[in-house]
């Protein structure tokens, strides 16, 4: 079973800054079968990017994702307030689904 | 527009049972896989576990297989999970989520339900 881990565990930044959440996996993940999600509290969570580096549909342009192989990335470019919520990396295209444990996006 | 209302939830003493319910619309429900996801309080997300359209396939995290079944019913557009032998570690909120173009890429989820398991 693929383990991702997700770093850091806490962003604090302020609106308008870019930040960068990393997802590291324990073996290479097939076709870039990588999803970041999107929650925030009392919500269930939103699909942002799929394929790594795809933005579901409705998704704003300042949500980027990147990586391959054991190393992806979630960038968001400029961070608007709406944007503070927890991070999910989620490892797909098998029977089951593995997700990361999360990265929080807080206000600094 | 998708929607997915999970419902069912409730407080259940330890060995105790429970039967989860996901009523779908806005879409073919026949056709796509469904799962549950769940997150215990303060916690992160957990796959638990998926059905193919046709209930053909059926997959459950190891933490709860033996225990939990899921199934479904497409004329009613109803998926379901029935719990058996609750544990305390299994209180957490319930989601439903349809998979999208990919096995486990789920695009669509419902608000959940909340389990507690607790004497």
């Known amino acids: 079973e693929i383990v991702l881990t997700q770093s850091p565990g806490t962003l604090s930044l302020s609106p308008g800054e870019r930040a960068t959440l990393s997802c590291r996996a324990s073996?290479?993940?097939?076709?870039?079968?990588l999803a970041w999600y999107q929650q925030k509290p009392g919500q269930a969570p939103r699909l942002l990017i799929y394929?790594?580096?795809s933005r579901a549909t409705g998704i704003p342009d300042r949500f980027s994702g990147s990586g391959s192989g054991t190393d992806f990335t979630l960038t968001i470019s400029r961070l608007e307030p709406e944007d503070f919520a927890v991070y999910y990396c989620?490892?797909?295209?098998?029977?089951?689904?593995?997700f990361g444990q999360g990265t929080k996006v807080e206000i600094k | 527009e998708v929607q997915l209302v999970e419902s069912g939830g409730g407080l259940v003493k330890p060995g105790g049972s429970l039967r989860l319910s996901c009523a779908a619309s806005?879409?073919?429900?026949?056709?796509?896989?469904m799962n549950w996801v769940r997150q215990a309080p303060g916690k992160g997300l957990e796959w638990v576990s998926s059905?193919?359209?046709?209930?053909?396939?059926?997959y459950y995290a190891d933490s709860v297989k033996g225990r939990f079944t899921i199934s479904r019913d497409n004329a009613k557009n109803s998926l379901y999970l029935q719990m058996n032998s609750l544990r305390a570690e299994d209180t957490a909120v319930y989601y439903c989520?349809?998979?999208?173009?990919?096995?486990?890429?789920?695009?669509?989820w419902g608000q959940g339900t909340l389990v507690t398991v607790s004497s």
């Open positions: 989520a349809r998979d999208a173009q990919y096995p486990r890429l789920f695009d669509y």
């Open positions: 806005g879409f073919t429900f026949s056709s796509y896989s």
């Open positions: 059905i193919s359209s046709s209930s053909s396939y059926i």
């Open positions: 073996q290479s993940v097939s076709s870039s079968y």
């Open positions: 394929g790594a580096s």
């Open positions: 989620q490892q797909y295209g098998s029977s089951t689904g593995t």
